[in-house]
């Protein structure tokens, strides 16, 4: 059985591109893995995070996750700072990495850009994530390509050690079920959508309305033709509402084209809203009642003592090995 590990920041609520692209895919792999998946709190606070609000999200991302379909009993799930190895692995890595390394990193420069000033938690969260991984030897790490990077640098970082501290740590697979599972900006087709975006009219919540959603899609920046037709190259709004709409109806691009031949994308907007609240909106509902019974406290409990089972054995023998 290969070991898979994932995780979500808590810098605000989980997007429709978190769905598609990571959560979806976490409920499928714990039926076939040991799977291990957090929610990433310490790397929230590489932006500034209010606290309160980051205590808010951080239990709606872990509720989400159960509303969602994960299933305590089949994978562990916790939050990263409840597991101090996390932290101690992030330190010995980051005394592994070249800054030259950290510095080509395109998360760093976009989230970078721009900045007055810029922690430098932002700039080695690479070497955190690296930890995050390689203190459960994970074999399959489901990302989205914005993570591909980040993942790479994971490898090179876990060849670096072995190289120096003789063969342990197992190379980390990228799992990505599909390519294309990218979900982009409403409001800019360029970016990709984002919980951290300052704009929420550019990214669907999951925990978003019915209403706030139609009203989101029916906003969604399109181009001025009236083909709904799937070209990224030229028509970058309307193809990612398209891949939208394809992943939560399943149905393929040339299905959903042939069904709005000649309609416009006024009643093809319309349809794609019902589709994404047919989906979100049973795993509202299941999400309500996690947060009433209050039953996640005890799930994250369960799920940090997993976890650290795993996770302290790793750290001694990194430790053993480095001479601590
Ligand atoms: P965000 O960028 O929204 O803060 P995270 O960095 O916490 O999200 O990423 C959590 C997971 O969700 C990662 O596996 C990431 O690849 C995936 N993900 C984030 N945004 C998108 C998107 N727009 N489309 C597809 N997958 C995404
Ligand atoms: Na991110």
Redesign the pocket.
């Known amino acids: 059985m290969k070991r898979v590990l994932?995780?979500?920041?808590s810098?605000?609520q989980?997007?429709i591109?978190?769905y598609?692209?990571?959560?979806r895919n976490f409920v499928n792999l714990q039926h076939l893995h040991r799977c291990y998946f957090m929610v990433?709190d310490m790397?929230a606070i590489t932006v500034p995070q209010d606290p309160a609000a980051l205590k808010e999200q951080t239990e709606s991302i872990a509720s989400l996750y159960i509303a969602a379909g994960l299933d305590p009993n089949k994978a562990s799930i916790f939050l990263q700072s409840h597991v101090p190895a996390h932290a101690e692995l992030g330190w010995i890595m980051t005394t592994l990495t070249y800054m030259g390394e950290l510095e080509r990193m395109t998360q760093f420069k976009d989230k970078s850009a721009g900045k007055e000033s810029v922690g430098a938690g932002l700039f080695t969260y690479p070497s955190l994530m690296a930890a995050d991984i390689l203190l459960y030897n994970a074999d399959l790490i489901?990302?989205?390509?914005?993570?591909k990077q980040h993942l790479e640098l994971t490898r090179d970082l876990a060849n670096r050690f072995n190289n120096r501290f003789g063969e342990f740590f197992t190379m980390p697979e990228p799992y990505m079920p599909e390519i294309g599972?990218?979900?982009?900006?409403l409001d800019d087709a360029s970016k990709?959508?984002?919980?951290?975006s300052p704009n929420p009219g550019s990214?669907i919540a999951m925990l978003d309305e019915p209403a706030v959603i139609r009203k989101k899609l029916s906003r969604a920046v399109t181009d001025s033709g009236r083909e709904v037709k799937y070209d990224p190259q030229n028509k970058p709004e309307v193809s990612n509402l398209i891949s939208i709409y394809s992943h939560f109806a399943n149905m393929s691009v040339a299905e959903i084209e042939a069904k709005y031949d000649g309609q416009g994308y006024g009643p093809f907007k319309k349809d794609l809203a019902e589709v994404v609240v047919a989906v979100l909106e049973p795993i509202q509902e299941r999400y309500r009642e996690i947060r009433k019974s209050g039953e996640i406290f005890d799930i994250l409990k369960k799920g940090a003592a997993e976890a650290s089972e795993l996770a302290n054995e790793t750290l001694l023998e990194v430790k053993k090995r480095m001479g601590f």
């Open positions: 994932s995780g979500m920041q810098s605000g989980l997007t591109g978190n598609i692209g990571a959560l990433v790397h489901p990302v989205g390509d914005d993570q599972a990218r979900i982009m900006s990709k959508m984002s919980k951290s990214y």
